[in-house]
Protein backbone atom coordinates (compact mmCIF):
# COMPACT_ATOMS: atom_id res chain seq x y z
CA UNK A 1 0.00 0.00 0.00
CA UNK A 2 1.18 3.62 -1.30
CA UNK A 3 2.35 5.83 2.04
CA UNK A 4 0.16 8.20 1.54
CA UNK A 5 -2.83 5.66 1.79
CA UNK A 6 -1.31 4.60 4.97
CA UNK A 7 -1.52 7.25 6.04
CA UNK A 8 -4.81 8.18 5.11
CA UNK A 9 -6.23 4.67 7.15
CA UNK A 10 -4.34 6.01 9.81
CA UNK A 11 -6.11 8.67 10.58
CA UNK A 12 -9.27 7.36 9.89
CA UNK A 13 -8.60 4.51 12.40
CA UNK A 14 -7.85 6.65 14.57
CA UNK A 15 -10.64 8.78 14.36
CA UNK A 16 -12.53 5.35 14.63
CA UNK A 17 -11.06 4.87 18.13
CA UNK A 18 -11.45 8.75 19.50
CA UNK A 19 -15.00 8.66 18.17
CA UNK A 20 -15.70 5.17 19.72
CA UNK A 21 -14.39 5.83 22.85
CA UNK A 22 -16.40 9.19 23.53
CA UNK A 23 -19.79 6.81 22.30
CA UNK A 24 -19.36 4.28 24.27
CA UNK A 25 -19.41 6.54 27.74
CA UNK A 26 -22.84 8.35 25.90
CA UNK A 27 -24.08 4.78 25.56
CA UNK A 28 -23.34 3.82 28.79
CA UNK A 29 -25.62 6.26 30.27
CA UNK A 30 -28.14 5.82 28.17
CA UNK A 31 -28.41 8.37 25.39
CA UNK A 32 -29.45 8.46 22.27
CA UNK A 33 -26.51 9.69 20.20
CA UNK A 34 -24.34 6.86 21.31
CA UNK A 35 -21.64 4.34 20.47
CA UNK A 36 -21.99 4.97 16.76
CA UNK A 37 -23.56 8.48 16.16
CA UNK A 38 -20.31 9.62 17.65
CA UNK A 39 -18.22 7.03 15.77
CA UNK A 40 -19.78 8.22 12.42
CA UNK A 41 -19.46 11.51 13.27
CA UNK A 42 -15.82 11.26 13.87
CA UNK A 43 -14.71 9.36 11.25
CA UNK A 44 -16.62 11.30 8.53
CA UNK A 45 -15.54 14.85 10.01
CA UNK A 46 -11.80 13.27 9.80
CA UNK A 47 -12.80 11.79 6.22
CA UNK A 48 -13.62 15.63 4.87
CA UNK A 49 -10.26 17.11 6.79
CA UNK A 50 -8.39 14.24 4.49
CA UNK A 51 -9.61 15.38 1.36
CA UNK A 52 -8.50 18.75 2.50
CA UNK A 53 -5.08 17.68 3.35
CA UNK A 54 -4.76 15.75 0.06
CA UNK A 55 -6.33 17.23 -2.35
CA UNK A 56 -3.71 18.46 -4.37
CA UNK A 57 -3.51 15.25 -5.35
CA UNK A 58 -6.60 15.53 -7.72
CA UNK A 59 -5.28 18.76 -8.99
CA UNK A 60 -3.23 18.48 -12.71
CA UNK A 61 -0.03 19.54 -11.90
CA UNK A 62 -0.63 22.43 -14.54
CA UNK A 63 -2.77 24.44 -12.03
CA UNK A 64 -1.10 23.62 -8.84
CA UNK A 65 0.40 27.04 -9.00
CA UNK A 66 -2.86 28.84 -9.68
CA UNK A 67 -5.15 27.23 -7.06
CA UNK A 68 -5.39 28.86 -3.63
CA UNK A 69 -7.57 26.66 -0.86
CA UNK A 70 -8.03 27.37 2.76
CA UNK A 71 -8.56 24.09 5.07
CA UNK A 72 -10.37 26.33 7.40
CA UNK A 73 -13.22 26.42 4.97
CA UNK A 74 -14.23 23.08 5.06
CA UNK A 75 -14.29 22.30 8.65
CA UNK A 76 -16.48 25.46 9.08
CA UNK A 77 -18.53 23.59 7.11
CA UNK A 78 -18.36 20.60 9.37
CA UNK A 79 -19.15 22.13 12.17
CA UNK A 80 -22.14 23.84 10.54
CA UNK A 81 -23.24 20.80 9.30
CA UNK A 82 -22.90 19.33 12.98
CA UNK A 83 -24.75 22.09 14.49
CA UNK A 84 -27.83 20.69 12.86
CA UNK A 85 -27.52 17.19 14.01
CA UNK A 86 -26.49 18.66 17.90
CA UNK A 87 -30.10 20.49 17.81
CA UNK A 88 -31.52 17.02 17.35
CA UNK A 89 -30.88 16.00 20.63
CA UNK A 90 -31.80 18.16 22.22
CA UNK A 91 -35.03 18.39 24.02
CA UNK A 92 -37.01 21.15 26.05
CA UNK A 93 -39.48 20.04 28.47
CA UNK A 94 -40.98 22.72 30.48
CA UNK A 95 -38.05 24.19 32.94
CA UNK A 96 -35.98 21.28 32.01
CA UNK A 97 -33.81 20.92 29.31
CA UNK A 98 -32.34 17.68 28.07
CA UNK A 99 -29.55 16.83 25.44
CA UNK A 100 -27.47 19.64 25.90
CA UNK A 101 -24.04 17.66 26.68
CA UNK A 102 -24.53 15.00 24.18
CA UNK A 103 -24.75 17.89 21.70
CA UNK A 104 -22.05 19.34 22.92
CA UNK A 105 -19.95 15.94 22.97
CA UNK A 106 -20.76 15.31 19.18
CA UNK A 107 -19.48 19.31 18.59
CA UNK A 108 -15.83 18.17 20.14
CA UNK A 109 -16.31 14.94 18.60
CA UNK A 110 -16.34 16.66 15.19
CA UNK A 111 -13.69 18.79 16.30
CA UNK A 112 -11.20 16.09 17.33
CA UNK A 113 -12.43 13.88 13.99
CA UNK A 114 -10.75 18.05 12.32
CA UNK A 115 -8.04 17.76 14.29
CA UNK A 116 -7.30 14.05 13.11
CA UNK A 117 -7.68 14.60 9.63
CA UNK A 118 -5.08 17.25 9.34
CA UNK A 119 -2.82 15.17 11.45
CA UNK A 120 -2.39 16.41 14.83
CA UNK A 121 -2.19 13.48 16.85
CA UNK A 122 -1.06 14.84 20.02
CA UNK A 123 -3.50 17.72 20.19
CA UNK A 124 -6.10 15.44 19.48
CA UNK A 125 -5.75 12.38 22.03
CA UNK A 126 -5.55 15.48 24.49
CA UNK A 127 -8.79 16.06 23.41
CA UNK A 128 -10.02 12.84 23.89
CA UNK A 129 -8.79 12.81 27.21
CA UNK A 130 -10.26 16.01 28.19
CA UNK A 131 -13.41 14.99 26.86
CA UNK A 132 -13.92 11.52 28.62
CA UNK A 133 -13.08 13.31 31.91
CA UNK A 134 -15.21 15.80 31.59
CA UNK A 135 -17.96 13.60 30.46
CA UNK A 136 -17.40 11.15 33.39
CA UNK A 137 -15.87 12.76 36.65
CA UNK A 138 -17.53 15.88 36.06
CA UNK A 139 -20.98 14.47 36.93
CA UNK A 140 -20.01 13.84 40.23
CA UNK A 141 -18.33 16.69 40.29
CA UNK A 142 -21.80 18.76 39.77
CA UNK A 143 -23.57 16.73 42.41
CA UNK A 144 -21.83 18.96 44.78
CA UNK A 145 -22.43 22.39 43.14
CA UNK A 146 -25.12 24.27 45.01
CA UNK A 147 -28.10 25.32 42.60
CA UNK A 148 -31.34 25.72 42.39
CA UNK A 149 -34.14 22.85 41.98
CA UNK A 150 -37.61 24.12 40.00
CA UNK A 151 -40.72 22.31 39.70
CA UNK A 152 -44.05 23.55 37.70
CA UNK A 153 -46.72 23.58 40.36
CA UNK A 154 -50.35 23.57 40.05
CA UNK A 155 -53.13 23.47 42.76
CA UNK A 156 -56.90 23.30 43.14
CA UNK A 157 -58.37 24.73 46.05
CA UNK A 158 -62.48 25.05 46.23
CA UNK A 159 -63.95 28.43 46.15
CA UNK A 160 -66.15 28.31 49.22
CA UNK A 161 -63.07 27.24 51.92
CA UNK A 162 -62.16 30.77 53.21
CA UNK A 163 -59.36 28.48 54.78
CA UNK A 164 -57.27 28.15 52.31
CA UNK A 165 -56.92 30.99 50.00
CA UNK A 166 -54.07 32.89 47.90
CA UNK A 167 -52.57 34.42 50.94
CA UNK A 168 -52.31 31.12 53.02
CA UNK A 169 -50.73 29.80 50.03
CA UNK A 170 -48.05 32.08 49.70
CA UNK A 171 -47.55 31.74 53.40
CA UNK A 172 -47.12 27.95 53.26
CA UNK A 173 -44.56 28.47 50.03
CA UNK A 174 -42.72 31.24 52.42
CA UNK A 175 -42.53 28.77 55.16
CA UNK A 176 -41.22 26.17 53.35
CA UNK A 177 -38.57 28.35 51.83
CA UNK A 178 -40.12 28.12 48.26
CA UNK A 179 -39.97 30.51 45.61
CA UNK A 180 -42.92 31.26 43.41
CA UNK A 181 -42.95 33.26 40.10
CA UNK A 182 -45.09 33.20 36.82
CA UNK A 183 -48.44 32.65 38.50
CA UNK A 184 -51.59 31.75 36.77
CA UNK A 185 -55.27 31.53 38.07
CA UNK A 186 -58.13 29.83 36.19
CA UNK A 187 -61.72 29.17 37.25
CA UNK A 188 -62.54 25.44 37.08
CA UNK A 189 -65.81 23.22 37.49
CA UNK A 190 -68.09 25.68 36.74
CA UNK A 191 -66.36 28.21 39.86
CA UNK A 192 -66.76 25.83 42.10
CA UNK A 193 -62.57 26.15 42.67
CA UNK A 194 -60.46 28.20 41.87
CA UNK A 195 -56.71 26.90 39.81
CA UNK A 196 -53.20 28.06 40.24
CA UNK A 197 -50.33 27.47 38.53
CA UNK A 198 -47.01 28.52 38.58
CA UNK A 199 -43.04 27.53 38.69
CA UNK A 200 -41.80 26.90 42.20
CA UNK A 201 -37.75 27.00 43.05
CA UNK A 202 -35.75 25.64 46.34
CA UNK A 203 -31.82 24.82 47.49
CA UNK A 204 -33.40 21.57 48.28
CA UNK A 205 -35.77 19.52 46.45
CA UNK A 206 -36.73 17.97 49.80
CA UNK A 207 -38.48 20.92 50.05
CA UNK A 208 -40.99 20.07 47.28
CA UNK A 209 -42.07 16.34 49.38
CA UNK A 210 -42.58 18.73 52.00
CA UNK A 211 -45.08 20.40 50.26
CA UNK A 212 -47.11 17.54 48.82
CA UNK A 213 -47.43 16.23 52.57
CA UNK A 214 -48.53 19.41 53.90
CA UNK A 215 -51.22 19.94 50.75
CA UNK A 216 -52.41 16.34 51.31
CA UNK A 217 -53.80 17.04 54.89
CA UNK A 218 -55.91 20.42 53.75
CA UNK A 219 -59.59 19.01 52.61
CA UNK A 220 -60.02 22.27 50.77
CA UNK A 221 -57.27 21.36 48.52
CA UNK A 222 -59.13 19.72 45.24
CA UNK A 223 -56.27 18.11 43.87
CA UNK A 224 -52.40 18.96 43.22
CA UNK A 225 -49.04 18.57 40.42
CA UNK A 226 -45.93 19.39 41.30
CA UNK A 227 -42.86 18.41 38.70
CA UNK A 228 -39.60 18.83 39.25
CA UNK A 229 -37.40 19.67 36.56
Known amino acids: MHSDELLIVSRLLLALLAGGIIGIERAYHGREAGFRTHTLVCVSSSLLMVLMAFQWKLIPPEFIDTVRTDPTRMAQGIMTGIGFLGAGVIIKEGLSVRGLTTAASIWMTASIGIVIG ?79 EMFIMTKNKQHFTELANRLLRIDSVHGFKIIPS
Open 118 to 196: LGFYFPAAIATLITLFVLSLFRWFEKWIPSQKYARFSVNILKSNMGMDEEALLNMLDQLKLKSFDWSYTLRDNGSYIHY
